[in-house]
């Protein structure tokens, strides 16, 4: 059983997502930003497999990866946007922010459904599709900016 102190130290793990913008905005000034977006989401990939794991420090690992690779997706996300033709510039990040938190709230809401009908690993798994499904558009840019 884990203590509630520990438990609640976890949310630390938040900063390493805050530290995975800067990270991820110096790289992409290097690496172009379509390969990072590609690397990024099979970290995410990654770190949903690393919390199928009954080690719990190599769940915590999954967390800060996951937590690092959303916020990298994010900004790498927004960096593309901002690129974009300036006469659309504001429609697109329009659009990105309506399709991020209608995405962020039906998938919210089914993964609480998969999670209390068919349990964890069964979430992990559709999380898993659903992730392969994006990185898959991607890298056969289906998905353009």
Known sequence: MLSERFISSLFIIYIVGVLGTIITGNLSNRIPPRRLLKNLIL?????????????IW???FGLMLLTLSMFGIQSIIAKLISETNIETKSIANCIYLICSYTGASI???FSGYILSNLGWTILIF?????ITSSWILVALKK???
Do not use: E, P, Q
């Not at 970290?43 to 919390?51: E, H, K, R, T, Y």
């Not at 559709?126 to 659903?130: F, Q, Y």
């Open 43 to 55: 970290f995410f990939l990654i770190s949903l497999i690393a919390l199928l794991a009954a080690n």
């Open 107 to 109: 998938i919210g809401s």
């Open 143 to 145: 998905i353009t900016f």
């Open 58 to 60: 190599v769940i915590i």
């Open 126 to 130: 559709t999380l898993i599709t659903m």
